[in-house]
């Protein structure tokens, strides 16, 4: 919050605003190194990856019917809370937040296994278990980009928006016990 002091003819910033001022050009000036943090390679995986992901991105009778096949691996990167409450029958649970070199190798040790991901944003009708997150934020972004930075070459998501009523993909958790 920027607060100012208005006196007549002058204008005094708060010691929050001056504060905030002097962190801006600090960074500007000379930005504070972390050697494991990579801004750049980052943005340049997201644009190299975005058209790949563009002609991966699954109908729901190809995701099923792909989800089928032996060996595929339906994971889901939501939090463990969310998968216990609802996720795709056979789904893995590996929460995005737990991604690293050793935790992908466990669930996935070959780096060309199909991968299928879904997120919060493919389904409507569950507000606690699939609580839609704001478009940019959507995991099925991260999770793609992820799976490429970590090397993983063979990664689908499922594409549509899906009513968790009507869609053809079942679903398994406590909170359907908690409505039947």
Do not use: W
């Amino acid at each position: 919050m920027k607060l100012a002091l208005i006196l007549p003819g002058i204008a005094v910033l708060s010691p929050l605003h001056a504060a905030e001022q002097v962190v801006q050009r600090q960074a500007a000036a000379r930005p504070i190194p972390n050697e494991l943090i990579d801004d750049s390679k980052f943005l340049q995986i997201a644009r190299e990856v975005q058209p790949d992901r563009a002609k991966r991105r699954l109908t729901e009778d190809q995701f099923a019917a792909m989800a089928a096949e032996p060996g595929t691996v339906v994971l889901n990167g939501r939090s463990a809370d969310k998968f216990k409450l609802r996720h795709i029958k056979g789904a893995v649970s590996l929460p995005f937040t737990d991604f690293n070199v050793d935790s992908l190798a466990k669930v996935l040790p070959e780096k060309t296994t199909r991968v299928l991901i879904y997120c919060n944003n493919n389904f409507r009708g569950a507000p606690v278990s699939l609580a839609a997150k704001k478009m940019a934020a959507s995991l099925n972004i991260s999770t793609f980009i992820a799976f490429e930075t970590y090397g993983y070459t063979n990664v689908y998501e499922l594409g549509p928006l899906l009513d968790v009523k009507t869609t053809k993909l079942a679903f398994d958790g406590t909170e359907l016990s908690e409505t039947r």
